[in-house]
């Protein structure tokens, strides 16, 4: 399965991506962690991204578009995978379908996760992340215990908040949401791969509705 995941910031995408890994075995492609992951390794990709990163706005189409399909092409991606938080503009849209039709292995799905604007500001700042293995808790929904702990490689890495998830940035992210993904909603509509869920329920429910439209589609 080819399956783009398309939401706001905060809306559940890489929590449930984490999920659908481990049913699946398909990989979770998320352009946030790449990114992250230049920043970390302070490579030159990584030090042009981190103040865009860190302003909330979007890195550019073109350095997207270059790491994606440089992701795409690991064997791991093969039999499919799970977009997260890419494409996030109509020319990242335009360009992995130029991608996936040069390879003849278009998109089977795009499912937009729907959570109210004023839920989204109290779970994003709830997030915490595992430095250890990268797994996303939430300490509104679903808590990392007491003291707070990664429930998958226990013991003791720290859990830490992204730089990017303080509230004034992640205003500013969900006003870049709304001007520049949301037109996305319509263009996958359009070619009907649209699929919406209300996404504003517990983890195990929003998983479950996954699970039916990717049954429906499979
Ligand atoms: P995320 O982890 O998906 O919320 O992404 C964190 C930040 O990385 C975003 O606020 C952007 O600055 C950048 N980013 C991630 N994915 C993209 C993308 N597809 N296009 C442009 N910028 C991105």
Redo the contacts with the bound molecule.
């Keep these: 399965m080819r399956i783009v995941f398309l939401g706001a ?1 905060g809306s559940g995408k ?1 929590t449930q991506s984490q999920r659908l890994v481990e049913r699946h075995g398909i990989p979770q492609v ?4 790449l ?2 992951a230049h920043v970390r390794e302070g490579t030159e990709l990584g030090r042009r ?1 981190k103040s ?2 860190d302003a ?4 550019d ?1 073109a350095t ?1 578009l270059g790491m994606v399909e440089e992701r795409l092409a690991r064997p791991d991606a093969a039999r499919g995978f799970i977009l ?6 109509i020319p ?1 849209a335009d360009g992995l379908d130029a991608m996936l039709a040069a390879i003849g292995q278009p998109l089977d799905v795009a499912i937009l996760f729907n959570v109210d604007a004023d839920k989204l500001i109290k779970r994003i700042s709830g997030r915490r992340t595992c430095e250890g293995c990268g797994r996303v808790f939430n300490v509104h929904t679903s808590p990392p215990g007491t003291p707070p702990h990664c429930t998958q490689c226990g013991d003791q890495p720290r859990l830490v908040q992204r730089p ?1 998830d303080d509230e004034e940035v992640v205003t500013r ?1 969900l006003d ?1 949401y709304n001007e520049q993904t949301r037109p996305l909603v319509d263009y996958y509509r359009a070619r009907g791969l649209l699929r919406e869920i209300d996404a504003d329920a517990d983890v195990d429910a929003v998983t479950r509705r996954i699970e039916q439209i990717l049954q429906r589609r499979g």
């Design positions: 910031p890489g998320s352009t946030g962690d990114l992250r991204a865009v990163m909330g706005k979007l890195v189409d997207i997260d938080g890419f494409p996030r503009t990242q990017d992210r870049v």
